[in-house]
């Protein structure tokens, strides 16, 4: 098992560690914390990497807890979301498998930051076909387990992982390989199946 914080379409480093397990639980009461994947993620393009942040009511210098975080929808995120990911992906090998699945997610409107974070991550499983349960624990629950996993890697330093799985990526002639972007670029270039085996 596999205890630990939800991310926004997280890292290849992160899902290795799901790949392990056969059960991830995801802490609902962690408090919210700036420069974190809880609400961005990291795609390449052309220019290098990319981060794309959900933005949230409140601001991102806030401790409150992840259960209680709202989406801010003053601002069209979702649609420049989707558009940043379509434009950098169009020409990657399985994007036209997935695109259609994906904007019926983006077309969601989730009150929560966890209910979409959620939605996210039982996407990425059903397209992986990956067989690790998905759970959330509660205050009541989170108390009973202990060995929380902080995945050590940030928006800031999320290159510097150790093992960095090599595969083609759309734009790696001009800008080289850029290590442990968020799963989508792996998916969009491998195909759910691969990317299961290579990070197994």
Not at 23 to 39: E, G, H, R, Y
Not at 171 to 198: E, H, R, W, Y
Request: hydrophobic share 40%; aromatic share 16%.
């Amino acid at each position: 098992m596999v205890y630990t914080d939800l991310h926004y379409f997280g890292c290849l480093s992160y899902y290795h560690v799901f790949a392990q397990h056969e059960q991830i639980v995801f802490d609902s009461t962690t408090a919210f914390s700036k420069m974190s994947f809880k609400n961005r993620m990291v795609i390449a393009t052309a220019q290098g990497s990319l981060h794309l942040t959900i933005p949230i009511v409140g601001g991102r210098d806030q401790k409150t807890p992840m259960s209680a975080i709202q989406i801010a929808y003053d601002s069209p995120w979702r649609s420049q979301h989707f558009k940043a990911i379509s434009i950098n992906y169009k020409r990657a090998p399985f994007f036209e498998y997935y695109v259609d699945s994906l904007e019926q997610l983006y077309a969601m409107e989730h009150v929560y930051l966890n209910d979409f974070l959620l939605a996210t991550q039982h996407w990425t499983k059903q397209q992986l076909k990956a067989k690790w349960s998905i759970e959330t624990a509660n205050e009541h629950t989170s108390s009973n387990i202990d060995n929380k996993w902080i995945d050590p890697m940030k928006p800031n330093n999320f290159q510097t992982y150790p093992n960095q799985f090599q595969y083609q990526q759309v734009f790696d002639s001009t800008t080289g390989f850029i290590p442990n972007t968020c799963i989508l670029d792996a998916l969009f270039a491998m195909g759910g199946k691969q990317v299961l085996a290579m990070i197994s």
